[in-house]
């Protein structure tokens, strides 16, 4: 897992040798995509293709010659960084009812932080939200509808609990899951962009999450159920 800005000179580093070769065409287009997910990582993405062209020792009309557009170069970014780590197992797993959701919730939330914890997708997840772009709404969706609507469903399927069909999820339940989500993003804040040190034993951390939010979570989504259907 890289998790320091020493990574990313270092591969910045490599980089600097590449650009002084004879690329392909796709080796070309591979070596932007590549460092412009560095260098939106640590600039952000108000940054200039001015800039990244000079980091990259080309032209920007040969940088647009593969990205016509900013636009077209952050859509490749995006999906490089998010819908690319994205596994579609995942939702498979959390739906899996042949195990308790405590023990699929750890699994899940394991793997799911061997994937994206690191420098590149936590930094810029932060400058596309601040910069107003729609890589934040579009990835928080993919989580909504593959993470937070199944898990308050096999919650209530967990705790004999009133289908979605007889009551609709509610925006105070989805908070609920929110919560679980959350503790794991946060954690990944607080070392990425904050700089703190993070857990070495982070698999028994993320257990230790799941098991608090489980301990809580079915008594207060009782709760919140009732009070919709008062």
């Known amino acids: 897992m890289e998790t320091s800005v020493s990574a990313i000179k270092n591969k910045t580093k490599k980089t ?8 392909s065409p796709d080796e070309r287009e591979a070596l932007i995509v590549d460092t412009a997910i560095e260098f939106f990582s640590e600039h952000g993405f108000e940054a200039t293709t001015r800039e990244l062209a ?31 780590r994205w596994q579609p197992k995942w939702g498979r797993l959390i739906k899996n009812r042949k195990r308790s959701l405590t023990d699929r919730l750890i699994d899940f939330y394991q793997e799911y932080t061997d994937a994206v914890y690191d420098y590149v997708w936590v930094r810029s997840f932060l400058y596309a939200g601040l910069m107003g772009l729609d890589i934040n709404s579009r990835y928080l969706e993919i989580i909504r509808t593959n993470v937070l ?3 308050c469903v096999e919650l209530r399927h967990e705790n004999d609990q009133p289908s979605v069909r007889k009551v609709p999820i509610s925006d105070e339940e989805m908070e609920l899951a929110w919560s679980m989500h959350g503790m794991f993003f946060y954690r990944a804040v607080r070392h990425f962009a904050y700089g ?7 698999d028994q951390v993320i257990e230790s999450d799941v098991r608090l939010f489980m301990k809580g979570a079915p008594q207060a989504q009782k709760k919140i159920i009732k009070r919709q259907m008062a």
């Open 16 to 23: 600097a040798s590449r650009k002084r070769q004879r690329l």
């Open 196 to 202: 703190l040190p993070i857990v070495e034993n982070l």
């Open 149 to 151: 609507i199944p898990i």
């Open 54 to 84: 000079q980091r990259l020792g080309i032209t920007q009309p040969l940088l647009y010659r593969y990205f016509p557009t900013k636009q077209k170069l952050i859509e490749r970014v995006y999906e490089r960084i998010y819908v690319r």
